[in-house]
Every structure is written in structure tokens, then in C-alpha cells.
């Protein structure tokens, strides 16, 4: 049981970045991979990026490695993800989600509500 809320999400040109935050409630954070998965209009949920509970190992997807970083900081419950360089295609609702890990949407139990990020060309 985690809540988590997304934020930082906004309109940017192509090229610029944004930094999106991810704080959870409870005194559980520790215990879950946070990953960050995105969805873009008539698209399916698509993995991002996923930290360890202790936020030693990261993982990226190659279509934003180089260019996103994740990271955590569990002292303030945060996960964030840092976003540079970005391009239209990365325009899509970003969530951020709470669990055992991996890649897929199915092994994550817990997910925020979703910020929506725009890139214009």
C-alpha cells in the first residue's frame, strides 16, 4: 500500500528538458523498484526506466537511454526522472509506478496518476 503522485510534466520545445518527480506516501518506499513507464494516444503503456529500492542499478529503454536518467532519493521518498534532449515522439503521459520491477506494466502494483509531457517540434 503506496500512494504516489507524478509532477514536473509540461510543454517544452524539442531539444529542452524537463525533470519529473515522483513522491510516494508511507514508510515503505524502500521496498519497491520504482519504475517509469509512458503512454502515448491510442498507444500501450511503455516501459521507461526502472530504479533498485536502494537506487544502486538503473535501467532505461534504449529509445531514451542517453537522454533520461533516473533517480531516488529515499530520505524524501522521490523518485525522479530527468529528461533531456527531448523530442516529439517522447509526448505522452508519464506515470510512475511502484513494485517488484522489470519491464512489464503487470509486475508494478501500484501507480500514480499520470503527468502529461509535450514536446513541440
Known amino acids: 500500500q503506496v500512494q504516489l503522485v507524478e509532477s514536473g510534466g509540461g510543454l517544452v520545445q524539442a531539444g529542452g528538458s524537463l525533470r519529473l518527480s515522483c513522491v510516494a506516501s508511507?514508510?515503505?518506499?524502500?521496498?519497491?523498484?520504482i519504475g517509469w513507464f509512458r503512454q502515448a494516444p491510442g498507444k500501450e503503456r511503455e516501459f521507461v526506466a526502472a530504479?533498485?529500492?536502494?537506487?544502486?542499478?538503473?535501467s532505461h529503454a534504449a529509445s531514451v537511454k542517453g537522454r533520461y536518467t533516473i533517480s531516488r532519493d529515499n530520505g524524501k521518498n522521490t523518485v525522479y526522472l530527468q529528461m533531456n534532449n527531448l523530442k516529439p515522439e517522447d509526448t505522452a503521459v508519464y506515470y510512475c509506478?511502484?513494485?517488484?520491477?522489470?519491464?512489464?506494466?503487470?509486475?508494478?502494483?501500484?501507480w500514480g496518476q499520470g503527468t502529461q509531457v509535450t514536446v513541440s517540434s
Open positions: 509506478a511502484a513494485g517488484q520491477g522489470g519491464l512489464r506494466v503487470k509486475n508494478y502494483d501500484y
Open positions: 508511507g514508510r515503505t518506499f524502500s521496498s519497491y523498484v
Open positions: 530504479i533498485s529500492r536502494g537506487g544502486a542499478s538503473t
